[in-house]
């Protein structure tokens, strides 16, 4: 089903006859940009086209959408953005790095964000309440739930002392990250080694030296890059045999034994209803930043079982999704 939706959203237009494109009347277009790749985004894909649709335009139908994707390299965004504006878009929906680059180069087009870092902090908007400007979109808190997926680790692990915590240095706010860690950590007695990685190459590294560090689980910390090498870092923590936690279902889907965060396509659903709410008139400055109204705690059993863990029926509960 979600493949289906998938290439009716990316190609559903391209079903119209030509007379029925001779036809039919001039519709707004939307410019969607991403720092990262189509093949590991392609649910929030779909999610932004479910909430634009939600609003009244069905892409491909009510409304155009131009993609960009800067797969991976961010230095690519100001020329994909550049581009996008001159197509003169009635609005642009991206993720943090492409919000920032959008920004810096429009005062006028609206923007739309996804991201999981304070927009405010960022410059993106001036309050949560009160945006202002031309920019607004969806908070969905992923650097402010590491003390929660710390608690959760040390649940499925209770005989833990000291756990590692893969942080990317470059990622806005990873210092908050480390900070918000280091207090939750030192809330319940547990020791942390914070470890950065900002390349495939030093995630490679990290893992090489954990088991004689005598780590007994990891936490990999909310940032792109880790999601962009999602696959790799699964399946490095299952060679190590080390348990570990993750930011998005993705990871649990790939694998990884445990993931809790805010769901990334119900997320961009809000950007894509904030999105046809803008074409309809709204203005970017009077639409509040919205935050998260799904979060998903994801379990692995397999990757339990291979791990010889037993996972507690408190966790098992409150999961709102269990892998067998």
């Known amino acids: 089903m979600r493949r289906r939706e998938f290439i009716t959203l990316i190609s ?32 929030q894909v779909v999610g932004f086209g479910r909430g634009l649709s939600e609003a009244g335009y069905v892409p491909g139908k009510d409304a155009a959408i131009e993609y960009r994707w800067a797969e991976g390299q961010d230095d690519r965004l100001p020329a994909l953005v550049a581009d996008l504006i001159r197509r003169q878009p009635s609005v642009i929906v ?28 960022l410059g993106l908007v001036a309050s949560l309440n009160r945006p202002g400007g031309n920019v607004t979109g969806v908070s969905f808190l992923a650097t402010k739930l590491e003390a929660k997926r710390l608690g959760l680790l040390r649940e499925l692990v ?28 030192r809330a319940v007695g547990l020791n942390v080694k914070v470890e950065n990685a900002n390349t495939e190459r030093d995630i490679e590294k990290v893992f090489g030296t954990l088991a004689s560090k005598n780590v007994g689980a990891l936490l990999v ?3 792109p890059l880790f999601n962009r090498w999602r696959d790799r870092i699964v399946a490095l923590a299952a060679q190590h045999a080390l348990p570990a936690i993750y930011e998005w279902r ?9 993931s809790y965060g805010a769901s990334l ?11 046809g709410r803008i074409l309809k008139g709204e203005k970017p400055a009077d639409l509040p930043v919205l935050q998260p109204t799904k979060f998903e705690l994801v379990i ?23 892998i067998e």
């Open 12 to 43: 559903g237009a391209a079903a119209w006859p030509l007379a029925a494109w001779a036809q039919r009347p001039v519709i707004p277009m939307v410019g969607f940009i991403n720092s990262e790749t189509l093949d590991l985004n392609g649910h």
């Open 94 to 121: 991206g993720n943090t790095p492409s919000a920032l680059a959008a920004k810096r180069a429009t005062a006028t087009i609206p923007i739309v964000f996804t991201t999981g870092a304070d927009p405010v902090a």
């Open 158 to 185: 209770p005989s833990i002392t000291l756990i590692a915590c893969l942080i990317d240095p470059k990622y806005p706010f990873a210092s908050n990250q480390v900070q918000d860690i280091y207090e939750a950590a």
């Open 221 to 223: 910390g909310a940032a």
């Open 250 to 258: 993705e990871f649990a889907e790939a694998g990884g034994l445990i």
């Open 265 to 275: 396509p119900d997320s961009y659903r809000q950007a894509g209803v904030y999105a």
């Open 300 to 322: 692995n059993l397999k990757t339990a079982k291979k791990l010889g863990l037993t996972i507690p029926p408190g966790v098992l509960a409150i999961a709102d999704e269990v």
